[in-house]
């Protein structure tokens, strides 16, 4: 049951980041938005294990690091490969094209995907109310994303909506890969998110170097040292700290310790919840909402409490 709470968690705390993370989105490139929140995350955990392991926490320790094999090294930094240092940067360019709202729909079929992938790879069944779970969660998360109301009107665009699948199947194999890493082995949530961000920022790091060997003069290319700039003269430092806070260095470590605790299709559909988060937020706000967004909220509640039950 941890791991359902968890993942729930990861949610709320990604439904409040999303905010953030879209306003600086429109200033800032989407890779170099990835690195630097991997880069900030990275130190907030790297403390996190310094203090943990001065004050003899034994799950927040250095110590779980050497715990850990080599093939399990090797998942987890597949898994930062694909899920961090690709899924979130085409996400970011997503959120750029099409908006947080179309985004977060397209994202809703990484459950699904994250299911099939982890039955194929290392057979792990769920019984029907679980796949049931799923696909109402899922639905509900569509309809709540579709009919809700936004608050900035984005247009279509081809590219933005594949980068949204991209980003949703990478998610699913990061957390796939996550899943096969940590299900069988004794490794701490917080140790296991500090390797696969770290892989994402190597590769996110060579990715840059290698677009800014190649950019022409003339083209608009955004260094990192243009992103980081830019923040500062727009002040958005503020907003771009809370954002890491709440959805990289908690969101992460919460969603490790769903991917521990519960399956992989499980995990990612909790995880996927974050719309439904957004629209009782608005609620709050005195926004108004319609019958269809209901009844999505309504559709997300049975599965998630299905998920619960299995």
Known sequence: MSGEFAALGGALCWAL?????????IRVRAVNLN???GMLASLMMISTLAVGTMAGVATISWQSFAEIGQITYSLLMLSGIIGIGIGDSVY???????GPQKGLMLESTAPVMA???ALLLFHEHLPVSGWVGIWLTSAGVIFVVRWSRAQKEYANSAAGITFGFLAAAAQAAGIVLSRMALAENQIEPLASSLIRLVSGLFF???YICMMHLLAKPATAYQSLADAVRSIRQRQLSRKLIIAVFIGTF????????AVKHTGAGIAQTLLATCPLFGMLFGVMRGQRQSLPVWLGLLLGLSGISLLFLY
Do not use: H, N, P, Y
Not at 92 to 98: G, K, N, P, S
């Open 204 to 206: 996110m790091g060579g």
């Open 17 to 25: 980041a999303s905010i953030f993370f879209a306003d600086i989105g």
């Open 250 to 257: 908690v969101a992460l470590w919460l969603q490790q310790i």
């Open 35 to 37: 690195l630097i929140k």
């Open 115 to 117: 299911a099939l992938l």
């Open 92 to 98: 970011f360019a997503c959120l750029r094209r099409i």
